[in-house]
């Protein structure tokens, strides 16, 4: 089926560093990638939408300063959080467009902790 | 306005129980589609089903089957004789034809006492 690799599945880093996420369609082609965070205990929530060739789409108060994204190619998204800072701490999940049963298909998230 | 309602925010059951979560959703659009995924401790989305707004029938997959009705807006999920693998976060969604995202609903926490 659709896979979508996501990495790192946990990364700690120090406030004030940069931690970039990677997210690879492996056996299709993904034009549209969506990146959602979740904090802990809560649903997940869209940040933004990844076109390839082209600026990412946030939504409303996503800071795209602070969450850089790029797709660069048909089967790479990227989520660089930027200065970090211990609130960033959450779960960071992709996901794509696929002909999976879900017409989805997620990757299996980062969990990112800032100290 | 919130798109998707899980009022159960926790629900424990003990082992063998049956469990239905609770699922009310809010769209505009006559096209759409409703999901239900399981997210466990580990935190990876696995995908349980997906429902197309023009497919009202009900399902059954093994020990899980799901009850969609337009009429009340819900899409309400039951697992029968619950083990204790299923405990996880349950997640209910819904993607509009109109656009690309999912609107995921504050997710029920399932635990099954052994």
Redesign the interface.
């Known amino acids: 089926g659709a896979v979508v690799s996501q990495h790192p599945s946990w990364v700690i880093c120090k406030s004030g560093t940069s931690v970039k996420i990677e997210c690879r369609s492996l056996d299709f082609q993904a034009t549209t990638m969506f990146w959602y965070r979740q904090f802990p205990k809560q649903s997940l929530m869209l940040m933004a939408t990844s076109n390839e060739g082209s600026k990412a789409t946030y939504e409303q108060g996503v800071e795209k300063d602070k969450f850089l994204i790029n797709h660069a190619s048909l089967t790479l998204s990227t989520l660089t959080v930027t200065s970090a800072h211990p609130e960033d701490s959450s779960f960071y999940i992709c996901s794509a467009r696929s002909w999976g049963a879900d017409g989805y298909t997620f990757g299996s998230g980062t969990r990112l902790t800032v100290v | 306005a919130q798109k998707v309602t899980q009022a159960q925010t926790e629900i424990s059951v003990v082992e063998k129980e049956d469990v239905t979560l609770d699922c009310v959703y809010e769209t505009r659009d006559t096209t759409y589609?409703l999901?239900w995924?399981k997210q466990p401790p580990?935190?990876?989305?696995v995908?349980l089903i997906?429902r197309n707004s023009f497919d009202e029938q009900n399902e059954i997959s093994g020990r899980y089957s799901w009850n969609f009705q337009k009429s009340t807006s819900s899409f309400n999920f039951t697992i029968t004789a619950s083990q204790v693998v299923d405990s996880a976060v349950y997640?209910c969604a819904l993607?509009e034809a109109s656009g690309?995202?999912?609107y995921?609903?504050?997710?029920t926490?399932l635990t099954v006492i052994p």
């Open positions: 589609y999901f995924y580990s935190g990876e989305l995908f997906r997640f993607s690309n995202q999912f995921f609903g504050t997710g926490s």
